[in-house]
C-alpha cells in the first residue's frame, strides 16, 4: 500500500495528496476511522477520500483500509532491527534493515509481462543508447558498464544536449532506455521522446507510475521508493532500489541470451582478472 502511495503520489490532485499523506503517516489511525472520521481529522470532504483511494487504484475506502491493515501485519512481523542506534554504526545497521523490511514493497508494482518485454528489447536491439540525469545519472552510467561487459554493447552521453541529438538519430531498430528516480527530469523526457520520434523503442526505470517519464516509454518498470515515507524520499532520494533492479536485469539478459552471454561474461572476467595485482 505505502509503496503504490509513493508511487502515485505525484499525480494526485492537491487535496488527494493530503489524504494519502495523512493515510501513509497514521496507518493505525487509517484502519480504525471511517471515511468520514478521516476526512473530518485532515479538513476536506468524505467524497475527496473516496476519490483518492479510487486515484490508488482501490475500488473505495473499504478496500484502501483492508490493504492499510495488511501492510501493517506484514510489518509486525518483520524481525526487528539489530544493533542500538545510539551509535553510527547502530544508525547505519537500522537504516538497513528499515530498508531491506521495506524492499519487498519496492518490487511489488513490477510484473513478468513487462520485464520480458524490457529484455526483449534490450537484446534485439541494435543500438542501445542510456539516458540518466541528476541523481540518476549514475546508474545510468553503471547499467551501460554491465551492459556491455554483458555482451550488450550500449552508450550513454552525459550532456543533456548531446544525449538528444544521439536521440534523436536512434532509428527503428535501436531502444532508449532511460533512468529517472523523480520520473519528471526534464532532459530525460526531452531524450526519450525525440527517440520515440526517430521510431526507436523507449524503454524507463523510475520510482513513479503516474510520471513524463512513464508516460514517454513504451515499456515501464515502475519501481516505488524503499523509504518509509514520501517525506524521507524527497530528503534522502535514495536510488538503491533501482540499482539493484538494474543488476538484476542484466543478469536476466545474460541468462536470455545464454552462450552469448556466458561468453561474454567469461570474456569480461578475463579482463578483470588480468587487471589485478598480487
Known amino acids: 500500500m505505502s509503496a503504490r502511495v509513493l508511487s502515485l503520489l505525484p499525480s494526485l490532485q492537491r487535496t488527494e495528496q493530503r489524504v494519502a499523506e495523512a493515510v501513509v503517516a497514521d496507518p493505525g489511525g487509517t484502519v480504525e476511522r471511517t471515511a468520514q472520521e478521516l476526512a473530518d481529522a485532515i479538513g476536506v470532504g468524505r467524497t475527496t477520500v473516496v476519490r483518492t483511494a479510487q486515484s490508488l487504484g482501490y475500488d473505495g475506502y473499504p478496500q484502501l483500509r483492508v490493504a492499510v491493515a495488511q501492510e501493517l501485519a506484514l510489518r509486525r512481523s518483520a524481525p526487528a532491527p539489530q544493533g542500538a542506534e545510539d551509535s553510527p554504526v547502530g544508525e547505519i545497521r537500522a537504516f538497513a534493515a528499515r530498508f531491506s523490511a521495506n524492499l519487498g514493497?519496492?518490487?511489488?508494482?513490477?510484473?513478468?509481462?513487462?520485464?520480458?518485454?524490457?529484455?526483449?528489447?534490450?537484446?534485439?536491439?541494435?543500438?542501445?543508447?542510456?539516458?540518466?540525469?541528476?541523481?540518476?545519472?549514475?546508474?545510468?552510467?553503471?547499467?551501460?558498464?554491465?551492459?556491455?561487459?554483458?555482451?550488450?554493447?550500449?552508450?550513454?552521453?552525459?550532456?543533456?544536449?548531446a544525449q538528444q541529438i544521439s536521440a534523436r538519430q536512434l532509428g527503428s531498430a535501436s531502444a532508449c532506455v532511460a533512468i529517472s528516480g523523480s520520473g519528471a527530469s526534464r532532459a530525460t523526457v526531452v531524450s526519450m521522446r525525440a527517440a520515440r520520434d526517430s521510431g526507436a523503442r523507449v524503454l524507463a526505470v523510475t520510482s513513479f507510475a503516474r510520471s513524463p517519464v512513464a508516460d514517454a516509454a513504451d515499456v515501464v518498470l515502475v519501481i516505488p521508493p524503499a523509504n518509509d515515507s514520501f517525506h524521507d524520499e524527497l530528503i534522502h532520494t535514495s536510488r538503491a532500489a533501482l540499482m539493484l533492479v538494474n543488476e538484476q536485469l542484466v543478469d536476466l539478459l545474460i541468462a536470455r541470451r545464454g552462450g552469448r552471454g556466458q561468453d561474454a561474461r567469461a570474456a569480461s572476467l578475463s579482463v578483470l582478472g588480468g587487471s589485478l595485482q598480487e
Request: glycine letters at 8%; charged letters at 20%; hydrophobic letters at 50%.
Open 105 to 161: 514493497h519496492s518490487m511489488s508494482a513490477l510484473t513478468d509481462e513487462a520485464v520480458a518485454a524490457f529484455l526483449e528489447t534490450l537484446d534485439e536491439a541494435e543500438r542501445v543508447l542510456v539516458v540518466g540525469n541528476g541523481l540518476s545519472g549514475p546508474l545510468g552510467l553503471d547499467l551501460m558498464l554491465r551492459l556491455n561487459a554483458a555482451g550488450r554493447p550500449a552508450e550513454q552521453l552525459m550532456d543533456p544536449v
